[in-house]
């Protein structure tokens, strides 16, 4: 099933832990190596139990944040976009937003000079639908992640599971985490 198939089908719980998972994995363009402000939402991803209060919370942490344009605008963006509301439409369309997002932020990592390239939006569209495209490798990676969690999710909802579904859910996006701040550092020190 391709992405958008999946975001299509998806319940409140696994749309907002696939929006949070993809912010959770873009992290290193807005905060340090061991913070972990985005912790509050997955907390609600569940049920929805405070998903207003925290995300409040940490929109307000993340506003102390310097961001520079480019990318980490794009993330911080789609932080103050998420919707106070834990339901299933406007959490959708805030999915399907980060998902673009989080591709986009890693595909300027797969360029050498991090352009974006003329057909950028063809061709995420083309993999976000699950046909071919000539994506680099961090962006293949990124799509990876966000169907598998997606796929974790759906199998754990209403299920004794569902906690430990969202659990697979963040380590994913943990791992995706350290995969763009290993990117970020090699960059920066061919740079010099």
Same mark, same amino acid.
């Given at each position: ?63 102390? *944040?310097?961001?520079?344009? =480019?990318?980490? +605008?794009?993330? %911080?963006?789609? #932080? ?7 339901? /299933? ?66 199998? *754990?909802?209403?299920?004794? =599971?569902?906690? +430990?579904?969202? %659990?697979?859910? #963040? ?7 350290? /995969? ?13």
């Amino acid at each position: 099933m391709s992405l958008l198939e999946l975001i299509g089908r998806a319940d409140e719980r696994a749309l907002a832990a696939g929006a949070v998972a993809c912010l959770e994995r873009c992290l290193p363009l807005l905060a340090g190596p061991e913070a972990e402000p985005l912790r509050p939402l997955w907390a609600s991803c569940e049920d929805g139990q405070d998903w207003a209060i925290r995300l409040a919370a940490v929109r307000t942490a993340m506003e102390q *944040t310097a961001v520079p344009d =480019g990318p980490a +605008a794009l993330v %911080r963006a789609m #932080l103050g976009a998420a919707p106070s509301d834990f339901a /299933v439409v406007p959490l959708r369309e805030w999915a399907d937003a980060c998902s673009l997002v989080a591709l986009r932020v890693h595909g300027r990592f797969d360029v050498p000079d991090g352009d974006v390239p003329a057909d950028e939006e063809d061709l995420l569209k083309a993999a976000r639908s699950g046909e071919p495209a000539a994506v680099g490798p961090l962006v293949v990676g990124e799509l990876e992640r966000q169907v598998r969690i997606l796929e974790i999710l759906a199998e *754990t909802t209403g299920t004794a =599971g569902s906690g +430990a579904g969202l %659990r697979k859910a #963040l380590d994913l996006s943990t791992e995706g985490r350290r /995969v763009l701040r290993a990117v970020m550092s090699r960059r920066a020190r061919s740079r010099g």
